[in-house]
């Protein structure tokens, strides 16, 4: 599986932004899907989980409630949908697709399949 992230960009605080992360390759809906993210100087990390048939969605406690993470699976795209956006949720967003449990990736980064990155700038 291939994965392309995009959407990223410039945002003031209080904007919204929508990431797609495009899947080639393999069937891409047997696949659990996730969104992580790098700010500089720090550890890549948890932000967002969707089981393969996208019934159940898991967050990080600091996305809760401003985030939304979603799937077709008929276009092979996950997305994540961002809102009230803050500086601190500026950073590098990653997309991934994993064999399993999508809540695996709550605890641990998942080993599968990695886009290459796309970079989330909020300005205050």
């Known amino acids: 599986v291939q994965l392309q992230a995009s959407g990223g960009g410039l945002v003031q605080a209080g904007g919204s932004l929508r990431l797609s992360c495009a899947a080639s390759g393999q069937t891409f809906n047997s696949y659990a899907a996730g969104w992580f993210r790098q700010a500089p100087g720090k550890e890549r990390e948890f932000v967002a989980a969707i089981s393969w048939k996208g019934g159940s969605t898991y967050y990080a406690d600091s996305v809760k409630g401003r985030f939304t993470i979603s799937r077709d699976n008929a276009l092979n795209t996950v997305y994540l949908q961002m809102n009230s956006l803050k500086p601190e949720d500026t950073a590098v967003y990653y997309c991934?697709?994993?064999?399993?449990?999508?809540?695996?990736?709550?605890?641990?980064?998942?080993?599968?399949?990695w886009g290459q990155g796309t970079l989330v700038t909020v300005s205050s």
């Open positions: 991934a697709a994993y064999r399993g449990a999508a809540a695996q990736a709550m605890g641990v980064m998942p080993s599968g399949y």
